[in-house]
């Protein structure tokens, strides 16, 4: 199985501040995900991170909020910007080998205060 | 558009008993996965056991098993030989077979009592 290295895991951020999160895989997958989990909820699909070109975004999730980027094909960074309370979340990163095998990190576990 | 449902918010298990978790899903394709995935306090999503859609047989994983009723759309974990272990976010996801996203369901909170 794959191993996704995911951070930071946690962080405290001020309002109006951006988080970059940085996922890396340690070998070659096909795709890469960023999901956001709310807490007690279920995982969110953000974006599908492609490499070389801009991400692909779920509905009611923007690029100028969710920057996404993907240089190669291990790795891959979510940014949220311009943070509000309600950016208060876990965000996942995810990978996938061959068309099934889904691997996740750890997640970070964002706070905005 | 997939949905996947999961009724159950929270199930508890004595140690050692069955247990089984409940999913129903909706799809307009002939052609999909369907996952149970396990998430620990630690967060980190683990693949329980995976089942294609195309298959008859029910998908086993050592104490982990399927019932996959495909009229109905139901797709069931069975746990057997609870161990506290097992205590985490079970989540019910299912993939169409022309794309790569994942939809997941609402999960259940298992609780494995000593």
């Known amino acids: 199985s794959a191993v996704i290295s995911q951070k930071p895991s946690r962080d405290i951020c001020q309002r109006g501040t951006s988080l970059t999160i940085q996922c890396q895989v340690d070998?070659?997958?096909?795709?890469m995900f960023w999901y956001r989990q709310q807490p007690g909820q279920s995982l969110t699909l953000i974006a599908t991170a492609n490499q070389g070109s801009e991400a692909t975004y779920e509905s009611g999730f923007v690029i100028d909020k969710f920057p996404i980027s993907r240089p190669n094909l291990t790795f891959s960074t979510l940014t949220v910007s311009n943070m509000s309370p309600e950016d208060s979340s876990i965000y996942l990163c995810?990978?996938?080998?061959?068309?099934?095998?889904?691997?996740f990190g750890q997640g970070t576990r964002l706070t905005v205060v | 558009a997939q949905t996947v449902t999961q009724s159950q918010p929270e199930m508890s298990v004595q140690e050692a008993e069955t247990v089984t978790l409940s999913c129903t899903y909706d799809t307009s394709e002939s052609d999909y996965y369907l996952f149970w995935y396990k998430q620990p306090p630690s967060r980190q999503m683990i693949l329980v056991i995976r089942q294609e859609a195309y298959k008859q047989q029910n998908a086993t994983e050592n104490r982990f098993s399927v019932n996959f009723q495909k009229a109905a759309k139901s797709f069931s974990l069975k746990i057997s030989d609870s161990q506290l272990g097992d205590a985490a976010m079970y989540f019910c996801a299912s993939q169409q077979g022309g794309s790569e996203k994942l939809v997941f369901g609402k999960g259940t909170k298992l609780t494995v009592n000593p």
């Open positions: 070998s070659q997958v096909t795709m």
């Open positions: 995810s990978a996938l080998r061959g068309k099934t095998e889904a691997f």
